[in-house]
């Protein structure tokens, strides 16, 4: 899902609001310093996309002592100020909650985010700017639901991002922060 262009709320409000707020609607807003920003809906190919990635997550975590989670659960980026939601994560161990609200955690490793004509360039350049401000996130998917195609970035040892590009789907994904293996087939499973 993709924020609209402009703050839906003006002037800025307060986290405690936002969540708040956010608490007691329907549809879903992002937080960024003060202003909220509406998020705008998926389209089918995107909410099957969604699906397949957090229960091909699901599978390639196995009996871990990892969390799958949906786009239901906030990431809070303290760095920023900012709560976003992405379309799954994995949090390893003890999911960490920020201390104002259970349905925003600080600490995921993995973060998925499924592209679309709205998104990619948020997904892309602000969205995984503001992720990479998160010391725990060791890995950023970015797939395409329209045709075989996953963006895999990854931390090095010295904090670097490394781009990897997936096209095959008989590729499969290392995901070496949750010591797991992700299988393109299974995200796209009618290619």
Request: glycine content about 4%; hydrophobic content about 40%.
């Amino acid at each position: 899902m993709a924020t609209t262009a402009r703050p839906q709320i003006a002037p800025r409000i307060s986290l405690d609001q936002y969540l708040f707020d956010e608490a007691h609607r329907p549809d879903k807003h992002e937080f960024h310093a003060g202003y909220v920003y509406a998020m705008a809906g998926g389209s089918l190919s995107h909410a099957a996309m969604c699906a397949n990635a957090v229960s091909a997550l699901v599978r390639a975590v196995g009996s871990k002592r990892c969390l799958t989670l949906t786009a239901d659960i906030k990431v809070w980026v303290e760095a920023e100020g900012s709560a976003v939601y992405p379309d799954a994560a994995v949090v390893c161990g003890k999911a960490i909650s920020h201390k104002k609200s259970e349905h925003m955690i600080t600490n995921p490793i993995v973060i998925v985010e499924v592209l679309s004509p709205s998104t990619r360039d948020y997904d892309l350049g602000k969205k995984f700017l503001l992720y990479r401000q998160l010391l725990s996130l060791q890995e950023y998917l970015l797939i395409e639901p329209d045709e075989v195609y996953v963006i895999h970035y990854s931390k090095d040892a010295k904090g670097a991002w490394r781009k990897k590009t997936h096209q095959l789907t008989d590729a499969v994904i290392e995901l070496p922060s949750i010591k797991a293996s992700l299988a393109l087939r299974d995200l796209y499973p009618n290619a």
